[in-house]
């Protein structure tokens, strides 16, 4: 158990306890809600439009260490339909020092920082999302862990999210996303097959 502040963090199972990390107050499993693929956990703020994804997916062998998560973040561009000029861009990608990190399996960890403009249920109006990305990769396992923190900052009044945009009671912050990337652990490499 970790602690800051004299708040205790307990760590929450993930794919069936296979992995573990803190994840942010006020969180709701959305697989207890509707089904979610086997490759995903998902969580979703209970007050506010903020989301967080943890996700097994295909190691990219192609794809330099320093490259990867770019790819990762135009590649979910590319599923929010967010790829014209201007509807995504790149603050900033910095390496996540492996000392600091309890994913010790990781050969190299980083973290992207940008924005898409994004439909939400396909609908017609967008919205500006800042996306702070995780990516932990893991060649041995033919996988990269990606992590997702959906964060809106501007949100459609004719968007359905819209009724969520006035209630910011304790959003997460980037400290709760970087605590959640800092203390994931891997249990049973059995879950990579």
């Known amino acids: 158990m970790q602690t800051a502040g004299g708040i205790a963090y307990q760590p929450y199972p993930l794919f069936g306890g296979a992995m573990s990390t803190v994840i942010p107050h006020s969180a709701t499993d959305i697989s207890e809600l509707r089904e979610i693929p086997d490759n995903q956990e998902v969580f979703a703020h209970t007050h506010t439009d903020q989301s967080l994804i943890v996700e097994l997916v ?3 062998g192609q794809v330099s260490d320093q490259d990867s998560v770019r790819y990762h973040f135009e590649d979910i561009a590319g599923s929010n339909k967010a790829l ?3 509807a995504f861009g790149v603050t900033s990608i910095v390496a996540l020092p492996q000392s600091e990190l ?3 399996e990781c050969s190299s960890a980083w973290m992207l920082t940008g924005t898409q403009c994004v439909s939400k249920f396909n609908e ?3 919205n500006v999302v800042t996306l702070h990305l ?3 990769r893991l060649p041995q396992f033919s996988t990269d862990i990606l992590i997702t923190f959906n964060d809106p ?3 459609s009044p004719d968007s ?3 009724s969520a945009a006035g ?3 304790a959003p997460w912050t980037v400290q709760d996303f970087e605590r959640l990337m800092k203390t994931l652990s891997l249990h049973n490499p059995g879950l990579f097959g």
Do not use: D, N, W
Request: aromatic fraction near 8%.
């Open 153 to 155: 900052q501007s949100i």
């Open 58 to 60: 295909e190691y990219q």
């Open 102 to 104: 309890s994913l010790s």
């Open 160 to 162: 359905s999210s819209a």
């Open 124 to 126: 017609e109006v967008k």
């Open 84 to 86: 014209e000029p201007g």
């Open 134 to 136: 995780g990516l932990f």
């Open 167 to 169: 209630t910011h009671r």
